[in-house]
Nanobody, 119 residues
Framework: QVQLVESGGGLVQTGGSLRLSCAAS????????MGWFRQAPGKEREFVAS????????YYLNSVKGRFTISKDNAENTVYLQMNSLQPKDTAVYYC????????????WGRGTQVTVSS
């Protein structure tokens, strides 16, 4: 049973930084992609970033490129999202997700962690 547990959210001022963590367990993730998504109030959930567990290739939402960095720690089975230069528009619940590399959907999700950026 795959389990994803996010942590690290909180309240930060505009221009500040936060680092989100996603602790993954329940299987080996060698052939998986790990992703971060977010959902703001009244909006649909959107993709933020992803990383391949096998080759560490990354993808980002255009609006976070240069500000957010996704990374992983193989030994700790943990994925991180370093968020710098945060803006009020980044306010959302951030979710960690996992999928098999050739899957079209993301079947595994964490419960989310709230990020609030004050102006």
């Amino acid at each position: 049973q795959v389990q994803l547990v996010e942590s690290g959210g909180g309240l930060v001022q505009t221009g500040g930084s936060l680092r989100l963590s996603c602790a993954a367990s329940g299987r080996t993730f060698d052939n998986y992609n790990m992703g971060w998504f977010r959902q703001a109030p009244g909006k649909e959930r959107e993709f933020v970033a992803s990383i391949s567990w096998s080759d560490s290739s990354t993808y980002y939402l255009n609006s976070v490129k240069g500000r957010f960095t996704i990374s992983k720690d193989n030994a700790e089975n943990t994925v991180y999202l370093q968020m710098n230069s945060l803006q009020p528009k980044d306010t959302a619940v951030y979710y960690c997700a996992a999928r098999f590399v050739r899957a079209g959907i993301w079947p595994y999700w964490g419960r989310g962690t709230q990020v609030t950026v004050s102006s």
